[in-house]
DNA sequence: AACAGCCACAACCGCCTTAGT
DNA sequence: GACTAAGGCGGTTGTGGCTGT
């Protein structure tokens, strides 16, 4: 590593909540630099605030279309069902969520969901031959993003998939869902 | 009213990956 | 190809608010 230039350091950095001046600091600062480059975003906002606080802050809290609290009933089945299929990958499962980001439905999962699915586990009468194929999937789930450029289905499992469709589809609110009657359809025609 | 315990959520930390030189 | 900085991601922690005693 090169020595570090001068600059805030870990205890110069302004650090804990957000305040709403510096939201809007950080909000016109991405207007003129764009949010990709949090460096410079950080160093021009005039914020006290590294790259990757930033960024958490815009992706999280400040971007558009952001929905916050309020996750219904339809979106929290399909976390559940996503994580089954997707392990822990925030990521992906906050894609396939429009307006809801990886750290909302992380925190909501660690703070509802994970019970309520280890309850589910503890029945496995409810368990249904998706969620079979889907923990099949997720064994694989490295390997099969690896590949997500071409078709591809699971070595172990009876069930072929195209990846692309899982991990592609168009995040528009209507979508959404037939993504997830579709991941059921391949149990039902099984 | 005061306190303790719990819960939800915002933010930070550390690691890994990627892009640039 | 090696090295560095920055971005991205998941795990974890800190804290404020709520609820029960």
Same mark, same amino acid.
């Given at each position: ?19 709403? +001046? ?9 207007? %003129? ?70 750290? +909302? %439905?992380? =925190?909501?999962? =660690? ?21 079979? %194929? ?16 071409? %078709? ?9 998939? =195209?990846?692309? +469709? ?6 528009? +609110? ?15 025609? =099984?």
């Amino acid at each position: 590593m090169a020595p570090r230039k001068d600059g805030p350091t870990k205890e110069t950095m302004n650090r804990g909540a957000w305040t709403q +001046e510096e939201d809007q600091k950080l909000a016109q600062c991405i207007q %003129i630099h764009g949010a990709k480059k949090w460096k410079t975003v950080a160093n021009n906002s005039g914020l006290n605030r590294c790259g990757k606080s930033c960024r958490l802050r815009w992706l999280n809290y400040l971007r558009p279309n952001i929905k916050r609290g309020n996750i219904s009933d339809e979106e929290e089945d399909l976390i559940i069902r996503l994580h089954k299929l997707l392990g822990n990958r925030w990521s992906l499962i906050a894609g396939r969520l429009p307006g809801r980001t990886d750290n +909302e %439905i992380k =925190n909501y999962w =660690n703070s509802h969901l994970c019970k309520k699915a280890s309850h589910i586990e503890e029945k496995p009468e409810t368990s249904t031959a998706q969620e079979t %194929i889907a923990q099949d999937n997720v064994v694989g789930d490295n390997a099969m993003l690896e590949n997500k450029d071409s %078709i591809s289905g699971s070595l172990d499992s009876d069930v072929i998939f =195209n990846v692309n +469709e899982f991990l592609d589809f168009p995040t528009e +609110e209507p979508y959404v869902f037939d993504w997830v009657n579709k991941f059921l359809e391949i149990e039902t025609n =099984n």
